[in-house]
């Protein structure tokens, strides 16, 4: 009988996970309703390049999801990002993040991707020696613009 984090199952998220999804996506800083999450859920599942893995336990529920991208670029070759990773606090430093990054880096693989790129905010410092002990080194310090759009009408 497995124990501990191989007692872990790692899957394919799919739309009736919208709920546990979405309490993970407010621990990491962004509340959505359930139904939200749902219909952009729904279109990662959909797209082929893209892939939502969440980690659980049948006693436990979701502990963490992880969601990867391929991503063509003109400047280098194709690579993996990983968009977003969470993992629920009461759960973390059991190895649950490692078994979720490691899932995408073989889905990535699998894909003939040969890098991976994550993006980590100077806030999460806990993440920063996490991504290094699995082999990520820091590659640049950039800042980060966004802009709304107005909605068409």
Request: glycine fraction near 8%; hydrophobic fraction near 40%; aromatic fraction near 4%.
């Amino acid at each position: 009988m497995k124990t501990g984090v191989d007692a872990v199952a790692i899957r394919r998220a799919t739309p009736e996970d919208a709920t546990p999804l979405a309490q993970l996506s407010a621990v990491l800083g962004y509340p959505v309703k359930p139904e939200i999450l749902r219909d952009r859920l729904d279109r990662l599942i959909e797209s082929s390049r893209d892939v939502v893995l969440l980690a659980e336990l049948p006693e436990a529920g979701t502990l963490g999801w992880i969601h990867g991208a391929e991503q063509d670029l003109l400047e280098s070759d194709r690579r993996c990002e990983i968009l977003g990773l969470v993992v629920d606090p009461e759960h973390r430093g059991k190895g649950i993040g490692r078994r979720l990054v490691e899932a995408v880096e073989r889905w990535a693989e699998q894909r003939g991707l040969k890098q991976m790129a994550v993006r980590s905010n100077v806030t999460r410092l806990e993440s920063h020696p996490f991504y290094e002990r699995l082999g990520y080194a820091r590659a640049k310090t950039q800042h980060a613009y966004r802009k709304r759009l107005s909605p068409t009408a």
